[in-house]
């Protein structure tokens, strides 16, 4: 069994053998002692979060895992040369590798998405923190888990929504909170992405080499190796993500739940398709949109792959519609452009990002590490897991191709078949999703 690990760790605490434990597995993270990292995945945003990760003081990465061993020896000597007092990096292609090293405090999950939840929760289960890329969740059942394991274990998780500790995001939020932009009838959601642009078709291959593509596919459907569904481009397809509405999506729609301070939607639907590239390589809508149903505003979801063009100029972005001006958030900033049929108008220049957020994210998971204060981070699991289910829920309302009801009582849909198709994936390859 692929989680024997996890089981024996489930049935320790079980008994009690667990409810012991201290709350660091290693005590050399507290006070300003090194806090040691391994990640695992390091092709994307795991390799972003690694190299932010050394940027904390007295901070080290010393493992490595990819199933991609062309990816791991660029990796290594790479960070080998930025982290020169760290003499030995070490690398695995199995995570289990670095689950099972006593001295290893925290751990970076930065694989493809349908790897997030298993791996996060096993690195709970071993007495690791978890840094997890987002979305948190590959499912909203998955979603629930995740939180499962962190409570059950008692860990420090944080999620990748790396935009929630830059401070222009706050700010903006700030003066969404004040009142000023008067009631708030729509929010809208957008991101153009001209630089994302599927594959184009090719036909199935061997597996190049260095690559071990059965860990790669791990719990999902396995299926012969295309380089279209491979790498950067596996969030094109069901098997292992939800396209532009989980990529970036949970970026976004994080900012219009916040402003709103909104729970789940009552209502979704949603309409698009392969209307841009159909000739290319993907599963997933390069065009979409969805609106989403709340008591008292509405938001509007617009995606489109390969074109930049997207509203008020901005080829992403949050804007906040109310009765006296609309405020306008992206990554480059923020402003409010005036309603001029106001009797109390507001406006204001735009406000610039001057910071990293990546950078403060890592700043701020360490904090919370070592401070043993989880309430003090920017984006817990919990946070991360009620915006990856609202996005899963946008997905999942184009998908089905019906008008989806959420029932706030349950925590379920309130069609039966949609909860039994599309709540929480099939695992494949002997991987199962614990029940925590």
Not at 288 to 302: G, M, R, S
Not at 351 to 358: F, L, T
């Amino acid at each position: 069994m692929k989680s024997r690990r996890l089981f024996l760790k489930q049935s320790a605490l079980a008994s009690g053998a667990l409810l012991t434990q201290p709350f660091f597995a290693n005590a050399a993270i507290f006070g300003t002692d090194t806090i040691r990292v391994a990640t695992i995945g390091v092709n994307g945003m795991g390799w972003a979060n690694t190299k932010a990760a050394i940027k904390v003081r007295n901070v080290e990465v010393v493992a490595l895992c990819d199933i991609d061993a062309n990816v791991l020896v660029t990796r290594k000597n790479e960070l080998l040369a930025l982290q020169p007092n760290v003499k030995k990096v070490d690398t695995y292609n199995d995570y289990q590798n670095i689950l099972d090293r006593k001295d290893i405090d925290v751990v970076i999950v930065g694989t493809p998405d349908h790897w997030h939840a298993l791996q996060m929760i096993e690195a709970c289960s071993a007495g690791k923190h978890v840094y997890v890329e987002k979305p948190c969740g590959n499912s909203i059942g998955e979603c629930n888990t995740m939180i499962a394991a962190k409570n059950r274990y008692n860990k420090i998780v944080q999620v990748g929504q790396w935009q929630r500790s830059q401070k222009h995001f706050k700010d903006a939020l700030d003066l969404v909170h004040s009142g000023q932009l008067g009631n708030i009838r729509t929010t809208k959601v957008w991101c153009y992405q001209g630089w994302m642009r599927p594959q184009s078709i090719v036909p199935n291959s061997a597996v190049p080499a260095g690559v071990d593509y059965t860990k790669w596919i791990g719990p999902a459907p396995m299926r012969d190796f295309n380089a279209s569904r491979f790498h950067f481009h596996f969030r094109w397809f069901w098997d292992y993500a939800g396209g532009l509405m989980t990529d970036w999506g949970v970026h976004l729609l994080d900012y219009a739940i916040q402003g709103m301070k909104a729970g789940n939607p009552k209502s979704v639907s949603a309409l698009g398709g392969k209307f841009a590239y159909p000739e290319l390589a993907e599963e997933t809508p390069d065009t979409l949109t969805t609106l989403y149903e709340f008591d008292k505003f509405n938001l509007v979801w617009d995606s489109a792959m390969g074109i930049d063009n997207g509203s008020y100029g901005r080829d992403h972005g949050i804007a906040f519609v109310g009765n006296n001006g609309t405020l306008i958030l992206d990554r480059g900033g923020w402003e409010v452009i005036e309603e001029r049929q106001a009797k109390n108008k507001i406006a204001v220049p735009l406000h610039k990002s001057e910071d990293n957020g990546v950078e403060l994210h890592w700043e701020n998971f360490i904090g919370a590490i070592r401070n043993n204060q989880p309430d003090s981070l920017h984006c817990s699991i919990e946070e991360g897991a009620h915006i990856a289910t609202i996005a899963q829920m946008g997905n999942i309302a184009y998908r089905s191709g019906q008008k989806v009801n959420w029932d706030p009582t349950t925590q379920l849909f309130t069609d039966a078949s949609i909860n039994k198709n599309y709540y929480t994936k099939e695992y494949h390859n002997g991987y199962t999703l614990p029940n925590l």
